[in-house]
């Protein structure tokens, strides 16, 4: 017989009630960046993270490039020009205000990133002479060397940066906590959200967090269609956590969604082995 045990207390039955500020639901790289800007402005700020947050989420694995830093030194496009030319691929079925403010901001938030910790240009003179780097300024860029709007990163150390910085701001983080659903109150015949249930997915505690802002950045649905009984449409571009339940909980408490018309040729894999998540809009809209 076995002699191995569950390594959590079990707290079944157990309530734990906690109020913020603003409360963050996802631990992603959205979500730490919310968090982040939210206690900067002296915020009380929860993050409630159904992963570890220090290398949870699509960035947790770490990524080679990040798109749309137009306002980098070494740009040759601006952020209206790169942002109309989102726009016009995705055949205007887009939002084009969200794509100009990634643009606008995207360089901005990679000279936080720096700031916390990650590293966003070649330091250490690793590829210094080759095409795709600026010797002036050790940035590095993928696609298109001549315009020079996405950079290549060391994305494996960004989410450790960005956890350490919540922690230096003081940002409450509650890991292997999954986020069940909204709370919400009628406020002049609407609701309104005042918070999150949630549950410690290893003890088993019930959480109730209340806030007076309360976002929501818990990606998108991107793996759970079918595309027959055989078949299951599996978007192999995105990790297996974007399973939708942001969305649900949303659509449950009555928030109201737009452009979940969008196109989603752009969500097949690179070599086109898997199928799009149909219906289920995108995280640059919703």
Same mark, same amino acid.
Request: charged share 25%; glycine share 12%; hydrophobic share 35%.
């Given at each position: ?56 989420? +699509? ?5 080679? %490039? ?16 790169? =942002?109309?030319? @989102? ?11 969200? %794509? @100009? ?28 002479? +080759? ?11 993928? @696609? ?44 002049? *015949? ?19 967090? &209340?806030?007076? =802002? ?37 659509? &449950? ?16 894999? +690179? =070599? *086109?082995?898997?199928?799009?998540? @149909? *219906? $289920?809009?995108?995280? %640059?809209? $919703?």
């Amino acid at each position: 017989m076995s002699t191995y045990q569950w390594p959590y207390q079990n707290e079944i039955g157990q309530e734990e009630e906690v109020s913020c500020d603003v409360l963050v639901l996802g631990g992603g790289l959205a979500g730490c960046y919310a968090a982040i800007a939210a206690a900067r402005k002296g915020k009380k700020v929860v993050v409630v993270e159904k992963g570890a947050t220090e290398r949870s989420g +699509a960035a947790g694995s770490g990524f080679d %490039h990040w798109e749309s830093a137009c306002t980098n030194p070494c740009s040759r496009v601006t952020a209206k020009e790169i =942002a109309e030319a @989102y726009v016009e691929e995705q055949d205007y079925y887009s939002n084009g205000i969200a %794509h @100009y403010i990634e643009c606008r901001e995207g360089y901005d938030r990679l000279l936080d990133m720096e700031a916390f910790g990650g590293k966003i240009r070649d330091t250490e003179d690793e590829f210094r002479g +080759a095409e795709f780097r600026d010797d002036e300024t050790g940035l590095m860029f993928a @696609y298109d060397y001549k315009n020079r709007f996405t950079l290549r990163v060391w994305g494996s150390t960004f989410k450790p940066a960005l956890y350490k910085e919540l922690k230096k701001l003081g940002v409450r983080i509650y890991d292997r906590t999954e986020a069940t659903a909204l709370l919400t109150k009628q406020v002049n *015949g609407k609701p309104r959200g005042i918070g999150a249930l949630g549950m410690n997915v290893r003890t088993g505690k019930f959480m109730i967090f &209340r806030a007076k =802002a309360t976002i929501l950045t818990m990606s998108r649905p991107a793996r759970i269609w079918l595309f027959n009984p055989d078949l299951v449409g599996l978007c192999e571009f995105r990790p297996t956590q974007s399973i939708g339940s942001g969305h649900a909980m949303g659509y &449950r408490a009555g928030i109201e969604f737009t452009m979940m018309e969008k196109s989603v040729k752009g969500e097949f894999s +690179a =070599a *086109g082995r898997s199928f799009p998540p @149909y *219906g $289920t809009g995108n995280n %640059h809209n $919703t």
